[in-house]
């Protein structure tokens, strides 16, 4: 029997619609191990386990908690940027935290939760690409801008390689915390059915993302991966950055092969070694474990 069918004919949720839901946030259980397919076959028998509801407005606020809880960053009191809020579970993780302004950025319009944009301290910015960032425009958004010292990403349907030059170049904060989301990193070839399965693409969709921020003077402070999967099942990642500190990507080459390898749930930071693998090309162009210390060639989305 499907997975979602049984939680419905047990009562555990409302409908088979619900429990589609319930499980892509990663919020089953089949006897003690997180579902991550709807649709995946089980026992009727099995034993199912629900979380129960929170007060997040999305889950990916569990991956910022997971984050500022690994890299020990404190948002209290501080102005930051949250790029691509949607509906502003990073932007709420921020404010009960402790941020005294948070500027919520997104492409979209209409998507912050009303609980989260009728905070006093949320600066709502719509319809903006962060791609597209000025530092006259970024200051202009709000008076107390120029004071903001951490930003923190979300981001779909595009590279942070492509936003992070603008970020680094408009936005004062020497601080990042970045989801690394790899089906937006590693190209169409690299995915099926919407998932990055090789881990060797997850690997350097997390490295080049690493390396772009080297190159603009940003050096790498932590990485984990997400404690939840992330929308059809992709794992994903959280690095933290920090202009002119950290160490370099080097330093995190096997740790980052050993959480793209075996992308379990653990949020369990992790330190760099100076270990370096192999110079194997992904796909037929140099990736982020050829580098060196000399340019990469880097296919741009």
Do not use: C, Y
């Amino acid at each position: 029997m499907r997975l979602d069918a049984l939680l419905a004919e047990r009562g555990l949720v409302r409908s088979r619609t619900a429990a589609v839901k319930l499980v892509q946030a990663g919020r089953v259980a089949v006897d003690g191990i997180t579902a991550v397919k709807p649709s995946s076959p089980v026992r009727p028998d099995a034993m199912l386990a629900v979380e129960p509801d929170d007060d997040w407005v999305s889950r990916a606020a569990h991956k910022l908690v997971a984050a500022l809880d690994a890299f020990e960053v404190d948002p209290a009191g501080r102005v930051a940027l949250d790029v691509g809020a949607s509906t502003g579970g990073f932007t709420q993780v921020l404010l009960e935290r402790g941020a005294s302004r948070v500027i919520a950025l997104d492409v979209g319009h209409g998507q912050l939760d009303p609980r989260v944009a009728s905070d006093r301290r949320v600066v709502v910015v719509e319809g903006m690409n962060a791609r597209n960032l000025e530092p006259d425009g970024f200051r202009a958004l709000d008076p107390r801008a120029a004071a903001t010292s951490l930003v923190v990403a979300d981001l779909s349907f595009i590279s942070l390689r492509l936003v992070l030059p603008a970020l680094a170049d408009a936005v004062p904060a020497d601080e990042h915390v970045l989801l690394v989301k790899p089906q937006f990193e590693v190209g169409r070839s690299g995915i099926r059915e919407g998932i990055v399965h090789d881990p060797d693409l997850r690997d350097d969709a997390v490295m080049n993302v690493l390396w772009t921020a080297h190159d603009l003077g940003f050096g790498v402070a932590g990485v984990i991966a997400s404690p939840i999967l992330g929308t059809h099942g992709n794992h994903e990642f959280l690095v933290h950055l920090v202009r002119g500190g950290g160490t370099q990507p080097t330093e995190w080459r096997s740790r980052v092969t050993v959480l793209a390898a075996n992308a379990v749930r653990g949020t369990t930071s992790v330190r760099g070694t100076t270990s370096v693998r192999g110079t194997t090309s992904v796909r037929g162009t140099m990736s982020a474990r050829d580098r060196t210390g000399t340019d990469r060639n880097e296919e741009t989305r």
